[in-house]
């Protein structure tokens, strides 16, 4: 079974970028979509972006559009999210997340299509 390893994250100014990683372990990542979800202290946990790592399809929400970048490794089996303009809403616990095998061109955007999760990392964005 596929274990999600996430790397990155920490504390930056607003403005400021962090990358964040997400390696496989036990599984590979090439026939899956990887995604990156968060939930800040009170809320919901929220879509944030993914990508299928056979076709290299993105999706992203509208609040980080034109901010945050995903993007794949496939040799490496790791899958990063790049985060610029960083601003204090950010601020949440970070979570990538896998789903199982798909034939699916564009990745989903629902948490229940994931049934495999990291850690989650913290970031913090100060204003």
């Known amino acids: 079974q596929v274990q999600l390893v996430q790397s990155g994250g920490g504390l930056v100014q607003a403005g400021g970028s962090l990358r964040l990683s997400c390696e496989a372990s036990?599984?590979?990542?090439?026939?899956?979509?990887v995604g990156w979800f968060r939930q800040a202290p009170g809320k919901e946990r929220e879509f944030v972006a993914a990508?299928?790592?056979?076709?290299?399809?993105?999706r992203y929400a509208d609040s980080v559009r034109g901010r945050f970048t995903i993007f794949r490794d496939n040799a490496k089996n790791t899958v990063a999210l790049q985060m610029n303009s960083l601003r204090p809403e950010d601020t949440a616990t970070y979570y990538c997340?896998?789903?199982?095998?798909?034939?699916?061109?564009?990745?989903?955007?629902?948490?229940?299509?994931?049934?495999?999760w990291g850690q989650g990392t913290q970031v913090t964005v100060s204003s």
């Open positions: 990508v299928t790592c056979s076709t290299g399809s993105t």
């Open positions: 036990g599984g590979t990542f090439s026939n899956s979509a």
């Open positions: 997340a896998a789903t199982s095998e798909t034939i699916a061109p564009t990745p989903p955007p629902r948490r229940y299509e994931y049934p495999y």
